[in-house]
């Protein structure tokens, strides 16, 4: 007899049948978990279709952000990026020289850096102190290292004016918090202390003539008028020395810019040093970084062109489904590893998404760019052969004739934008990079994650109804055998009864 607990129901399996009852409900009940097993593959299946889009999602969006994002250094959808430049100097020790897009191909003479741009300040006329001043200590102990120590007013503070800004220290304070009070300031200024030259200097934080700079003391002794001895901090107010502007020669033209560093024509200068050397500089279109800019662009897109195709050309596995529990428990890791491996296989299979993209990003090499009248083909870039499925090719010489003649039409076929609303118009005329950025948007975004696990979760409701099903009927069977075995239990005891009372005569 075997006793099996299920629910509050008492099991009791072959007590007077003696049949294995067990057996035989297990055996019952192999047809009604088909039917659980049926809908777990499935939703095995959708949960794998789930992964394998946002996988798919991820390398589209990859590829996007890298080369159509202005937050990436690769971005190819911005037609500087299709104008770089290169600059052969003579000599770089006076001054460094770059270009940008707008710069023009050519050569140029810098005859002569007069002068460099400094900034309004006063300094210290000479060290403050035999020792050097600890920025952490107060300033009344700053005091009392100082050759001509500060004088506080009746409120044990200094107060001092710089360019209308009034500042107001106690004693207590500390020397760091006055230098950081002034810097941090609206007064547009740095103040600051050297260890190696002993004494303070308030600098202007911009340069040229532009710079201003007015120091007034207003109690206390920190600076002074006229007078470099009765200053703390031997700062004559009356003898800031004035901003000046950067002064050279270019071209035979004379410059004169606030900064030392300036950009005019797409020429960035930063002057380092003046020098009446002549120096020389050429600027010429750097063809080389473009072109290994687009090679690489074309590898990676190549890469997402087969990862697209791979997936809707994928044979489908009919022999493998995905594993119930029982059949995981029966394998090893390996195996259940390579068995899923086969059943992932071909699920998405002729997906009209995916077709629809890859037929988008072909479409996009061959349409010409409105108001350029050329595309990607025109300029060196095509598809392949029919086996090749939408991957590009370079023709690396027609590529470099074109960015060395025509520099502008590579960068519009390439990048160049529109603010149209209307998508046709748009598509018309946008570059290939805005073009394919669109066509992959628009699949990213037909992909619903809240329908995806809505579907998942309608399919696992379905898993619980059937297994509450299951169970029902299982008691139920059990109930019918347990009649049956209650039946046969009286039956054979009115037998009995009736053989002893026959027996009896």
Do not use: C
């Given at each position: 007899m075997t006793?099996?607990?299920?629910?509050?129901?008492?099991?009791?399996s072959?007590i007077?049948s003696?049949?294995d009852?067990?057996?035989?409900?297990k055996s019952?009940?192999?047809i009604?978990?088909?039917?659980v097993?049926q809908?777990?593959?499935?939703k095995?299946k959708l949960?794998?279709s789930?992964?394998?889009?946002?996988?798919?999602n991820?390398?589209?969006?990859d590829?996007?952000?890298?080369?159509a994002?202005?937050?990436s250094n690769k971005?190819?959808n911005?037609e500087s990026a299709?104008?770089?430049?290169?600059?052969d100097m003579s000599?770089?020790?006076?001054v460094s020289?770059s270009?940008?897009s707008?710069?023009?191909v050519?050569?140029?003479?810098?005859?002569s850096?007069?002068?460099?741009?400094?900034?309004?300040?006063?300094?210290s006329?000479?060290?403050?102190?035999?020792e050097?001043?600890?920025r952490s200590d107060t300033?009344e102990?700053i005091?009392?290292q100082?050759?001509?120590?500060?004088?506080?007013?009746?409120?044990?503070?200094?107060?001092?004016k710089?360019n209308?800004q009034?500042?107001t220290?106690?004693k207590?304070?500390?020397?760091?918090?006055?230098?950081?009070?002034?810097s941090n300031?609206?007064a547009?200024?740095?103040m600051?202390?050297s260890?190696?030259?002993?004494?303070?200097k308030i600098e202007?934080?911009?340069?040229?003539?532009a710079s201003a700079l007015?120091v007034?003391?207003?109690s206390?002794n920190a600076?002074?008028?006229?007078?470099v001895d009765?200053s703390a901090f031997?700062?004559?107010?009356?003898s800031?020395e004035?901003?000046?502007?950067?002064i050279?020669s270019?071209d035979g033209y004379?410059i004169e810019?606030?900064?030392?560093i300036?950009t005019?024509?797409?020429i960035?200068f930063n002057l380092?040093?003046?020098?009446?050397?002549?120096i020389?500089?050429?600027?010429s279109q750097?063809v080389n970084?473009?072109?290994?800019?687009i090679k690489?662009f074309v590898?990676d897109?190549?890469k997402?062109v087969d990862?697209?195709?791979?997936?809707?050309n994928?044979k489908?596995?009919?022999?493998y489904?995905?594993?119930?529990?029982e059949?995981?428990e029966?394998?090893?890791?390996s195996e259940i590893e390579?068995?899923e491996?086969m059943?992932k296989?071909?699920?998405?299979r002729?997906d009209?998404?995916?077709?629809?993209?890859?037929s988008?990003?072909r479409?996009?090499?061959y349409?010409?760019?409105?108001?350029v009248?050329k595309?990607?083909f025109d300029?060196g870039i095509?598809?392949?052969?029919?086996?090749?499925?939408?991957?590009?090719?370079i023709?690396?010489?027609?590529?470099r004739e074109a960015?060395?003649n025509?520099?502008?039409d590579?960068?519009?076929?390439?990048?160049?934008?529109s603010?149209?609303?209307?998508a046709?118009?748009?598509r018309a005329?946008?570059?290939?990079m805005?073009?394919?950025?669109l066509?992959?948007s628009?699949y990213v975004?037909?992909?619903s994650?809240?329908?995806?696990e809505?579907?998942i979760?309608?399919?696992?409701?379905?898993?619980l109804k059937?297994?509450?099903?299951?169970?029902a009927k299982e008691e139920s069977?059990w109930?019918?055998?347990?009649?049956?075995?209650?039946?046969?239990?009286?039956?054979n005891?009115?037998?009995?009864w009736?053989?002893?009372?026959?027996a009896s005569f």
């Amino acid at each position: 007899m075997t006793v099996n607990n299920m629910s509050s129901m008492l099991r009791i399996s072959g007590i007077s049948s003696g049949l294995d009852t067990d057996s035989m409900v297990k055996s019952l009940m192999k047809i009604e978990q088909l039917r659980v097993d049926q809908v777990l593959r499935q939703k095995t299946k959708l949960e794998w279709s789930r992964d394998m889009r946002q996988d798919i999602n991820k390398q589209i969006n990859d590829l996007r952000y890298s080369y159509a994002s202005v937050l990436s250094n690769k971005n190819l959808n911005v037609e500087s990026a299709f104008k770089v430049h290169s600059v052969d100097m003579s000599d770089s020790s006076a001054v460094s020289i770059s270009a940008n897009s707008s710069a023009s191909v050519g050569s140029h003479i810098i005859k002569s850096i007069t002068q460099l741009a400094s900034s309004a300040q006063v300094n210290s006329a000479s060290r403050v102190s035999t020792e050097n001043l600890n920025r952490s200590d107060t300033l009344e102990t700053i005091s009392m290292q100082l050759d001509t120590a500060l004088a506080f007013d009746v409120n044990d503070q200094i107060s001092f004016k710089i360019n209308d800004q009034t500042f107001t220290f106690d004693k207590t304070s500390t020397l760091d918090n006055m230098l950081r009070t002034v810097s941090n300031s609206d007064a547009g200024v740095n103040m600051t202390y050297s260890a190696i030259s002993g004494g303070f200097k308030i600098e202007s934080k911009i340069t040229g003539t532009a710079s201003a700079l007015n120091v007034e003391n207003l109690s206390g002794n920190a600076f002074a008028n006229n007078s470099v001895d009765a200053s703390a901090f031997k700062i004559d107010t009356t003898s800031v020395e004035v901003g000046k502007n950067a002064i050279l020669s270019v071209d035979g033209y004379t410059i004169e810019q606030e900064s030392n560093i300036f950009t005019l024509d797409g020429i960035t200068f930063n002057l380092k040093t003046t020098t009446d050397q002549p120096i020389s500089f050429g600027i010429s279109q750097d063809v080389n970084s473009v072109v290994d800019k687009i090679k690489t662009f074309v590898e990676d897109y190549n890469k997402l062109v087969d990862s697209l195709n791979e997936k809707i050309n994928e044979k489908i596995q009919y022999d493998y489904e995905p594993l119930t529990d029982e059949q995981k428990e029966e394998m090893t890791e390996s195996e259940i590893e390579k068995w899923e491996e086969m059943a992932k296989s071909g699920l998405m299979r002729n997906d009209r998404q995916i077709s629809g993209l890859l037929s988008d990003m072909r479409s996009a090499i061959y349409e010409k760019v409105e108001g350029v009248g050329k595309s990607l083909f025109d300029i060196g870039i095509k598809t392949g052969s029919w086996a090749d499925k939408g991957k590009l090719v370079i023709d690396e010489d027609k590529l470099r004739e074109a960015l060395q003649n025509n520099p502008d039409d590579v960068a519009a076929v390439f990048a160049q934008d529109s603010t149209s609303e209307d998508a046709v118009i748009k598509r018309a005329n946008s570059g290939f990079m805005e073009r394919i950025s669109l066509s992959m948007s628009d699949y990213v975004s037909s992909y619903s994650s809240l329908k995806v696990e809505q579907d998942i979760g309608k399919v696992a409701e379905k898993i619980l109804k059937l297994q509450d099903d299951m169970y029902a009927k299982e008691e139920s069977y059990w109930r019918k055998f347990s009649a049956m075995e209650t039946a046969l239990g009286s039956l054979n005891s009115q037998s009995s009864w009736l053989t002893q009372q026959i027996a009896s005569f």
